[in-house]
């Protein structure tokens, strides 16, 4: 159950979050040289052969939920690669000698046109790329424009905000350390174990501002699963938060400082898992980049907290008693899916409650983004966007005839939720490892977190 | 030297020329791109049925898109097939090749070909139709769109304008048709040739590699591209 009050705080926080972005003074010569920088810096043989194999078909106009949705034609996703294109071939192509005096150079307005483009309406969700007939990874490139941007100070003043605070202090919203102590409190008092601070432990748990202040008993039913799986496991008030604000904003260094915070920690205790709870892009940042950041590979595993539920209870070593019939629809958070993997464990996790999972036509890779992904859900301006996109979800939803929806992503789960309360619709939204947690054998509590 | 040898000769040998070297030129500027070092842990370590299977499986329109029109969907596959079938297919057009190239094979029927060059010059117009009345395709596009489409209609238009008897009576008399007709739809050729490795059609080349790398990013995450 969601802590309501905090909800309508939260909700009145995001929509202030940009008056505390610090303020960016920079002339336009300088924020277009530093955003052609970045651009180039990060101008590969992956992101060349992608801008070189474009054939303007026009496909991914109909994968994208914001480029279907709306009559804008700067929507359409490989458009937003244009900046790119354009860096590209003055620039660095091979044909550049020729190319350069036909091809316009970017501009600080292009710039601030292109905000609108990679921030607001593209979560970076990927399933453009899935219909290209060239295979062009448009979410990769949409993320090396938000670093451009970002680096130009064209990132959105939320984003920029929460960024900020994350580098500055390591936290999220001010979730800081006594905040994740009330609510560990909050939750062993009401008889569930949770180890804070051990000194060493097997499994590292991560958390995140959501769980910490909005949705306490994903992070109750975590801690459950774990000490229901008997794991020898621990939360670190050191480093706990999962969230990456710099992955979000296209600030590469708040990135490493947030990723090496939390791999610091499980090194320390000697973890050889970490999990990261439902957040979805806390998953790649760890999972997939996480790597990067350290300069080697990690010396852990790291697990979706529904990933990792999957493979315990297909190992026999987390026991679900089976009997909770209902019709469930699975929403794959674009970043713990198609960009992730993860899509048969949480499924074989939920069937293991005893539900029935039905899957609407485009499911799993092609599942439809909620359309708050990647930081989209902070930003205020984009509201009528993640509404029209938010339709389409819907829609899919409710072709699937389930009597809820799960999803095991934390932004999802908000921007799920308000867009229940903008439509006036009635479905549950339903947490995977609260299901799972409710479903122990058992368990000591099986009603509390209902 | 008259206009059929010109094109036959020293134009056909520039373009030609050009086309090889701007090809190469292109290709290798984009393998000696630096690359990206990944460290992350793999969910898949062989991922080269997950390359081959993303090659194929990015031929075929993706199930799971909004329904579209069908005819944008199946358009492209018409000219590309088409084009096929009239460059490899046709007999006067294996005969040029095996003078060349040294290499040839059975030609297909006359009727299909003309069905083919139909077709292919059907769907080419319906391309640029959608491309110019579609608001998106609209904003999307570049004079690289219309210049690549414009030289590649040329071509088969004046080779079109060429056939006046089948192709059995080119082959009896050595392949010999209006040397004017034939030196116009031969420096078509190589003006396409000339613009191939700086515009679109590079994606003859570059498709094969965009496929590959995604198919292999995505199958190192456990996806299916």
Redesign the interface.
């Known amino acids: 159950m969601m802590n309501r009050e905090m909800y309508a705080q939260f909700g009145n926080a995001i929509a202030h979050l940009a008056e505390q972005a610090p303020k960016v003074e920079m002339p336009d010569a300088e924020r277009v040289q530093r955003a052609k920088a970045v651009m180039m810096e990060k101008?590969?043989?992956?992101l060349?052969?992608?801008l070189?194999?474009?054939?303007?078909?026009?496909?991914c106009?109909?994968?994208c939920q914001f480029?279907?949705q709306n009559?804008d034609?700067?929507l359409?996703p490989?458009?937003k690669l244009d900046l790119l294109r354009r860096v590209w071939r003055r620039d660095l192509?091979?044909?550049s000698w020729?190319w350069k005096p036909?091809t316009q150079d970017v501009t600080a307005d292009d710039l601030r046109k292109w905000q609108a483009l990679c921030f607001d309406s593209c979560t970076e969700c990927g399933r453009c790329?899935?219909?290209?007939?060239?295979?062009?990874?448009i979410a990769r490139g949409v993320n090396v424009m938000r670093e451009a941007l970002a680096t130009a100070g064209f990132a959105p003043d939320e984003l920029r905000a929460v960024q900020s605070e994350q580098d500055a202090r390591g936290t999220v919203f001010g979730a800081d350390a006594s905040h994740l102590v009330q609510t560990v409190e909050a939750v062993r008092s009401r008889g569930v174990t949770v180890h804070l601070d051990k000194p060493k432990a097997k499994v590292l748990m991560l958390t995140t501002v959501l769980d910490i202040l909005l949705f306490q008993d994903a992070l109750e039913a975590t801690a459950r699963v774990l000490n229901a799986a008997g794991l020898d496991w621990t939360l670190r008030s050191n480093g706990y938060e999962a969230a990456n604000f710099g992955l979000l904003s296209g600030v590469e260094e708040t990135q490493k400082k947030a990723s090496e915070a939390v791999i610091r920690q499980a090194i320390e205790v000697g973890a050889e898992m970490v999990i990261v709870p439902e957040c979805g892009h806390a998953y790649p940042a760890l999972?997939?980049?996480?790597?990067?950041v350290?300069?080697?590979?990690?010396p852990f595993?790291v697990l979706a907290i529904s990933e990792l539920i999957g493979e315990l209870v297909e190992q026999g070593k987390l026991r679900l008693r089976g009997d909770a019939h209902q019709t469930l629809m699975f929403h794959d958070a674009c970043k713990l899916?198609?960009?992730?993997?993860v899509f048969e464990q949480p499924r074989l996790a939920l069937r293991a409650t005893g539900a029935q999972l039905r899957e609407p036509?485009?499911?799993e890779?092609?599942n439809w983004c909620c359309g708050g992904g990647a930081g989209g859900f902070l930003i205020n301006r984009a509201a009528p966007l993640r509404a029209q996109a938010f339709a389409i979800k819907r829609a899919q939803v409710d072709s699937s005839d389930a009597q809820a929806i799960v999803t095991s992503c934390g932004s999802c789960r908000l921007n799920f939720l308000a867009g229940a309360e903008q439509t006036a619709w009635d479905k549950p939204v339903l947490s995977l490892v609260e299901l799972v947690a409710q479903n122990l054998v058992d368990d000591p509590l099986p009603s509390a977190a209902c | 030297m008259d206009l059929l040898n010109l094109a036959r000769g020293p134009l056909l040998a520039t373009s030609v020329l050009i086309f090889v070297l701007?090809m190469a030129?292109?290709m290798?500027?984009?393998?000696r791109?630096?690359?990206?070092?990944?460290?992350?842990?793999p969910?898949r370590i062989h991922v080269q049925g997950a390359v081959w299977a993303?090659v194929l499986r990015?031929?075929l329109?993706?199930?799971?898109?909004?329904p579209?029109p069908t005819l944008?969907t199946l358009n492209?596959y018409f000219y590309h097939f088409g084009l096929v079938f009239i460059v490899f297919g046709y007999a006067p057009h294996i005969a040029f090749l095996q003078r060349h190239l040294g290499v040839s094979w059975p030609a297909l029927p006359d009727a299909v070909m003309y069905l083919a060059a139909g077709v292919t010059i059907i769907s080419l117009l319906v391309a640029l139709a959608m491309r110019l009345m579609?608001?998106?395709?609209?904003?999307?596009?570049?004079?690289d769109?219309y210049i690549s489409w414009g030289l590649l209609f040329l071509v088969i238009f004046t080779g079109m304008a060429l056939i006046d008897r089948p192709s059995s009576a080119y082959a009896a008399q050595a392949f010999s048709a209006d040397p004017t007709r034939l030196a116009i739809h031969l420096m078509s050729l190589e003006l396409l040739l000339v613009w191939f490795?700086?515009g679109?059609l590079?994606?003859t080349v570059?498709?094969f590699?965009?496929?590959?790398?995604?198919?292999a990013?995505m199958a190192r995450?456990?996806?299916?591209?």
Request: net charge positive; glycine share 12%; aromatic share 8%.
């Open positions: 101008m590969d043989r992956n060349a052969v992608d070189e194999s474009c054939v303007r078909c026009g496909y106009a109909d994968a480029s279907v009559d034609p700067d359409i490989t458009h192509a091979p044909m020729l036909f790329s899935m219909v290209c007939p060239m295979g062009i990874n999972r997939w980049e996480g790597a990067e350290h300069g080697g590979a990690l595993r899916g198609r960009h992730g993997g036509r485009d499911t890779e092609m | 701007g030129w292109r290798v500027g984009l393998i791109r630096p690359t990206r070092q990944v460290r992350s842990a969910r993303a990015h031929m329109p993706r199930t799971g898109t909004r579209s944008a492209p579609d608001p998106t395709l609209r904003r999307i596009s570049s004079a769109d490795p700086f679109k590079f994606h570059s498709w590699f965009g496929r590959a790398q995604f198919g990013f995450r456990g996806v299916q591209a």
